[in-house]
């Protein structure tokens, strides 16, 4: 009556073992290592990249405890943070500017059980320190951009259709286009109106002047600032890909703001110098037929802007923006081969490849003006005169500061341009100490609660109550591989959802054992007892599991950041604490008392 199958306790015994290997890694805790990675999509991380590596730390007498090949990085183990620090130097000046060496820390687990999958969790920023930023991003200035684009659209459309016009230009978040009579701007109104959809527009009269004002919609404007938060969020996990960073978290607050979470970053200055600038690429012409000397008295032409060059001189450049980052598909940081000043490689997409090819056809031997803008301001980085047709979509930037320079502008035109300006409202960092402080906190206060339970279930249940509590334990253990098989991310919310999993999930237990102790004062024997007591609570078990399971489910379909932590914690605890409280505590009980044909009591 009271026995399992061989096949179910192979089972049991099977996803122990296994439950077992995947939750050991989180016992061996981290170590200090560095991340040797190419900066240039060209080169690819391999075995002699490693050996170079090793053989640089072998050379300055730096000892390591280990090195591997990941995706594309190479990570070295060191066995204090001395050694780290050391090594990073090294490996910088040993490798230059074509590749990133970043500060990591990485799992102490031996090998073997690397090489089976077998990871640990990856600690939240609260658990294992790092840093955390709240940016939000410039919502009128992705307006601004997206009127700069129309107003570029909109000249070569009308310049394609041959519709004359006196003057184009942007005018706050609209644009303006100027007529010389009622009949052209009566053929062109149309042609917007049919071609951009996304445009409402507005005809005005001043005397001989016939304007026609083209502006977005409301619903294009919120589809704007909501297509710049989510572009700026996937540029942001670009750029942290390009940090190394395991497991950040990146995601949407409110209508504008953007949470990014940095687990175990130590080189904090340089996370936020990276995630911190804003740079965008714009490429514009230079006016040469104002006087820049009348500009810098305070007489800026209409349609220009006033810049100085890197090298001190003023500089009028056109508002029109010819080519933006946006175009963009890779850039890697070089040298100029004539020269041999730090420069910056470009590559551009077929749009942006045929858009640069037209324009440099058009203005040779003028000037076209490459500008940096970060965080809202402009910089002019050169200016050279165009001196022949520029095909194929490669651009060279040059007359950077630094091979350094180069590098970081290189990384930050890769990763994507911001789709608008952000800017950091918000800046904490939770240093290793304290994480360690709160992991110590939370695992005891899991240990001491699981120690509760177990004293009043021994207690009350006697040898069923020790049944419950080792059910409660391989219950945990249970959780805590499938959260290192899913290699999730764990969190104070995460430790706290333990807890209360564990918690909850001895319910389960005092059903069965309250259900089997009513049969035995109904006067049915030990062994019929017992299999009542397991078949019958379990409705009620599945029940009270699944309204809890659809509570977990809201919480992650709707919740955020820690609240969907712990939303996950507690599904998965639900799931495990139903295999455990009633498959494995009754395959104890079967090997206990199931082979006893005539039992007399039970010890409940």
Partial sequence: MNRFPLWK????????????????????????????????????????LMQQAEDELKIQKIPYTGAFLDANSVKIRFANNDAQLKAKDALQARFGDGYSVALNLLSA????????????MYLGLDLRGGVYFLMQVDMPAALDKAADRYNNDLRIQLREQKIRYTGISRVGQTVEIRFSDAATRAQASKYIASTFADLVLTEQDTGGDYRLIAALRPEAQKRTQDFAVQQNITTLRNRVNELGVAEPIIQQQGLDRVVVQLPGVQDTAKAKEILGRTATLEIRLVDEEHDVTAALQGQIPFGDDLYIERSGQPLLVKKNVVLTGDYITDASPGFDQQSGQAAVHVNLDSRGARIFKDVTRDNVGKRMAILLIEKGKAEVITAPVIREEIGGGRVQITGMESAQEASDDALLLRAGALAAPMNIVEERTVGPSLGADNIKKGFHSNLWGFAAVAIFMMVYYRVFGVFS?????????????????????????????????????????????ERIREELRNGNSPQAAIHAGYDRAWGTILDSNITTLIAGVALFWLGSGPVRGFAVVLCLGILTSMFSAVTVSRAMVNLSYGRKVRLARVSI
């Avoid at 687990?109 to 640990?120: D, F, Q, R, V, Y």
């Avoid at 945990?476 to 999730?488: D, E, N, P, R, T």
């Avoid at 209360?500 to 069965?512: F, K, R, S, Y």
């Fill in 109 to 120: 687990s031996p090998a073997w059980l690397t090489a089976i999958g077998a990871k640990p």
């Fill in 469 to 513: 509590t080792l059910a409660l334990a391989v219950n945990g253990l249970f959780l805590v591989a499938l959260l290192s098989m899913m290699q999730a991310t764990l969190t104070l919310p995460g430790l706290a959802g333990i807890a209360l999993t564990l918690g909850m999930a001895i319910d389960a237990n005092v059903l069965i054992n």
């Fill in 9 to 48: 306790y192979i089972l049991i015994a099977v996803v122990l073992v296994v439950s077992v290997l995947y939750t050991l890694p989180n016992f061996y805790g981290e170590v200090p290592a560095v991340q040797v990675s190419p900066t240039r999509s060209a080169i690819k991380a391999d075995a002699g």
